[in-house]
């Protein structure tokens, strides 16, 4: 990928992002929360919820990218003082999404990641926008593109001197309808080999359905996945959003049980051979 400067892995040195304490790149991270916004109960009970499971950060969108424009769009800056609050009681630090370049100044003053939803993956001004805030980027790969397009755009954001990039395999659309998308878990292990930055996954509009929701994210961390961001809802069936596809606190939970000795199994067993190998280059 002959354009790539600065996404490439040019060593086998891999980039680790600083998001208030937590380390992306180190280990596997969880983001979890509601697709968006709703309410002062929602965000803090769900809030409340997920760290108690062992969240690393919050998710909940403030400004939602809709197919039609007459579904709920986002409670907008009522949104980011809700999840500010949320942030003040738990501690989790906020992912949100922006999707317009004239908002990027004064959301990356509540968010401490900026998410670029798969819809705006191309919308360079955006990512310059993004690119020149200095902060931690998530950067969603948009549901029709390679990885070189993708990996392009993370370029976007570097190249204005953030290196702050996070990507996230969301899903591409294929010709299957049972799945929403379909999880190219591929991207993960191919990602890693062809860039330094950390990749993690979305099990939620990936799958579009709960019952695959916990499968495919233990897959996502046996593929080396660095983390992945999850929908969950403390009442999925009253989402104003997304609300086939959110777990309840008591699924992600039991998933977060599961999941969590999986990936220090795997990180264990993982380190092994690197030390034996370094035994023998001694020898
Ligand atoms: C989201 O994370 O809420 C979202 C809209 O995701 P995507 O951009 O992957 O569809
Ligand atoms: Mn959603």
């Known amino acids: 990928m002959k354009n790539l400067k600065l996404a490439a892995r040019e060593t086998p040195d891999r980039t680790t992002v600083s998001v208030d304490g937590v380390e992306v790149g180190r280990g596997f991270i969880v983001i979890a929360g509601p697709c968006s916004v709703e309410s002062e109960d929602q965000i803090m009970e769900t809030a409340r919820a997920v760290k108690a499971a062992g969240a690393d950060m919050l998710r909940g969108g403030a400004f939602k990218p809709r197919t039609s424009p007459y579904a709920f769009q986002g409670m907008g800056l009522d949104g980011l003082k809700l999840l500010e609050q949320a942030k003040n009681e738990t501690g989790l630090p906020i992912v949100t999404e922006v999707v317009d370049p004239r908002d990027v100044s004064w959301v990356a003053e509540f968010a401490d990641v900026l998410q670029i939803g798969t819809r705006n993956m191309q919308n360079f001004s955006l990512l310059k926008e993004v690119g020149r805030t200095g902060k931690p980027v998530l950067l969603k790969r948009g549901m029709y593109s390679t990885l070189e397009e993708w990996l392009n755009c993370a370029e976007y954001i570097l190249s204005e001197g953030n290196p702050n990039v996070i990507l996230c395999e969301r899903g591409i659309r294929t010709f299957e309808n049972y799945t929403r998308n379909t999880l190219d878990l591929s991207a993960v292990p191919a990602i890693k080999e062809l860039s330094h930055l950390p990749i993690i996954i979305d099990p939620t509009h990936s799958t579009g359905r709960v019952s695959l929701i916990a499968p ?54 993982v380190s092994e051979p690197a030390v034996s190998r370094r035994g023998k280059n001694e020898a």
Do not use: W
């Open 216 to 269: 495919m994210s233990m897959a996502a961390v046996a593929a080396g996945a660095d983390g992945m961001i999850i929908e969950v809802h403390n009442n999925p069936e009253v989402a104003l959003c997304d609300a086939d596809q959110a777990l309840t606190p008591e699924r992600f939970e039991n998933l977060m049980k599961r999941l969590r000795p999986l990936a220090s199994y795997l990180a264990e067993s």
